[in-house]
T-cell receptor
């Protein structure tokens, strides 16, 4: 079945640095990628939607200059957390839809800890 | 953005008992999906029910959907300790992102 590989699975970074999270669709073309954030003991909150070759659409309250999303190819989307702060510590997870628009495939998530 | 609520927020039962979780949503949907998430881990897709379906079964799982009430329920029969996890419903409004409910944390003790 469809697989989305998300890396890294865990990352610890210092305040003020940037962290890049990658999601790759391994056996299908991900025309649309969704990025979610999940704080401890909470649900997944949609951060942004990106379509290949287009600018991402951010949900209300999500800073687009802080969370940079690149979806330059049909198999790779990246989320860069810029100038990370401890409050950015969270679980980030991507989800991809293919050309046919059927089904959502989730990555395994990235646990970001900012110290 | 979130579609709605799940209840209960937390549920504790004994092994062998049934667990029922409910989900309500706000807008029209194409389908509704249930996911499981073990602590600190990714999502596991459990079951999808389309808007024109009323009930669906998969192993020990039974899902119902009432589009008139905009609600769904997930029943896990004969629960096991391994079923301990958080359960989320997620709605698909056609072409947009899945929107998740707040989730139910299930604890099954042996």
């Amino acid at each position: 079945g469809a697989v989305v590989s998300q890396h890294p699975s865990r990352v610890i970074c210092k305040s003020g640095t940037s962290v890049k999270i990658e999601c790759r669709s391994l056996d299908f073309q991900a025309t649309t990628m969704f990025w979610y954030r999940q704080f401890p003991k909470q649900s997944l909150m949609l951060m942004a939607t990106s379509n290949e070759g287009s600018k991402a659409t951010y949900e209300q309250g999500v800073e687009k200059d802080k969370f940079l999303i690149n979806h330059a190819s049909l198999t790779l989307s990246t989320l860069t957390v810029t100038s990370a702060h401890p409050e950015d510590s969270s679980f980030y997870i991507c989800s991809a839809r293919d050309r046919g628009g059927y089904g959502y495939t989730f990555g395994s998530g990235t646990r970001l800890t900012v110290v | 953005s979130q579609q709605g609520e799940e209840d209960p927020q937390a549920l504790s039962i004994q092994e062998g008992e049934n667990a029922t979780m409910n989900c309500s949503y706000k807008t029209s949907i194409n389908n509704l999906q249930w996911y499981r998430q073990n602590s600190g881990r990714g999502l596991v897709h459990l079951i999808l029910i389309r808007s024109n379906e009323r009930e669906k079964h998969s192993g020990r799982l039974r899902v119902t959907l009432d589009t008139s009430k905009k609600s769904s329920s997930l029943l896990i029969t004969a629960s096991r300790a391994a079923d301990t996890a958080s359960y989320f419903c997620a709605t698909d409004q056609a072409g947009t992102a899945l929107i998740f409910g707040k989730g139910t944390t299930l604890s099954v003790s042996s």
